[in-house]
């Protein structure tokens, strides 16, 4: 087969894989969210993000996807853009973090992935990594060109990829030009939080007070139940925010900005 498409959707966020052709040595990943009025972001509007995977990265994200408690990070410039991508296994959840999205794959949905990955990429190192050499005279025939002949041929081919422009690495697919929005990148929020142990500061303030938790609005994001035992209770609640625990919040990450937008 020479192209693969396939959809993982919950119910905040889509991820779009795109094998690309099968002579292309790299494949597309775009992620939708879900507005506030129900609806998708839409691809053909231009929205979503996409991203663009060589053969490289391929290799590591399928090394994530086969071991557990592991964790691949990458950046990617596309002109003035950078987006951020970070691919982590833990206890067999698979999260997808990527500049304004986060999506989760879980068993069985996590197996089918890797398992297109893994075909993909094999298909694109037979197909994608060789040259196409022009048949000589419209035949198929195999060449009975003398070596030194097809030595420069093959000479003069090197010579014309030599002259082909090289895109910045890595690249994205190319987006229609769409009014920027404010992204937060997941890791390095989460790396800018104050520490103190075992716990985070999680900045913001609180909407709502029960006995067994609050209702927490994290600045500039969204709000969520924090469950009192979460919270360090010596560390009176600043106008900063509250201290939470770090295992807690890192549990939350692909909820907080699965919402966003």
């Not at 950078?82 to 973090?97: G, L």
């Not at 304004?100 to 197996?111: I, M, T, V």
């Not at 992204?183 to 104050?194: A, F, K």
């Amino acid at each position: 087969m020479k192209h693969h498409n396939y959809s993982f959707f919950g119910q905040k966020t889509g991820l779009l894989l795109d094998s690309a052709e099968i002579d292309q040595p790299c494949l597309y990943l775009r992620f939708l969210k879900k507005k506030p009025d129900g609806s998708w972001e839409k691809p053909s509007l231009g929205q979503g993000k996409n991203i663009k995977l060589n053969l490289l990265e391929m290799i590591a994200i399928l090394r994530i996807f086969r071991t557990q408690n592991t964790k691949w990070s990458t950046v990617h410039k596309f002109g003035e853009d950078t987006t951020s991508i970070t691919v982590e296994n833990k206890n067999t959840i698979i999260s997808f973090m990527i500049s304004g999205y986060a999506k989760q794959l879980k068993f069985p949905e996590s197996n089918l992935f890797t398992d297109l990955l893994d075909h993909i990429y094999h298909e694109k190192i037979i197909h994608a990594t060789g040259s196409k050499m022009p048949s000589k005279n419209g035949s198929n025939k195999e060449s009975t060109s003398q070596p030194s002949q097809q030595n420069i041929s093959r000479e003069n081919e090197i010579q014309d990829l030599s002259n082909s422009p090289i895109p910045e690495y890595p690249e994205e697919l190319d987006e229609t030009p769409q009014e920027k929005k404010i992204e937060i990148d997941p890791e390095q929020w989460y790396n800018s939080l104050r520490t103190n142990e075992e716990f985070k500061l999680l900045p913001g303030a609180i909407n709502e007070e029960r006995a067994k938790a609050i209702n927490f609005h994290i600045a500039d994001l969204i709000s969520i139940w924090v469950p009192n035992s979460c919270i360090d209770q010596e560390q009176s609640l600043s106008k900063e925010g509250i201290w939470v625990k770090d295992w807690f919040l890192r549990k939350k990450m692909v909820d907080i900005f699965a919402e966003m937008g």
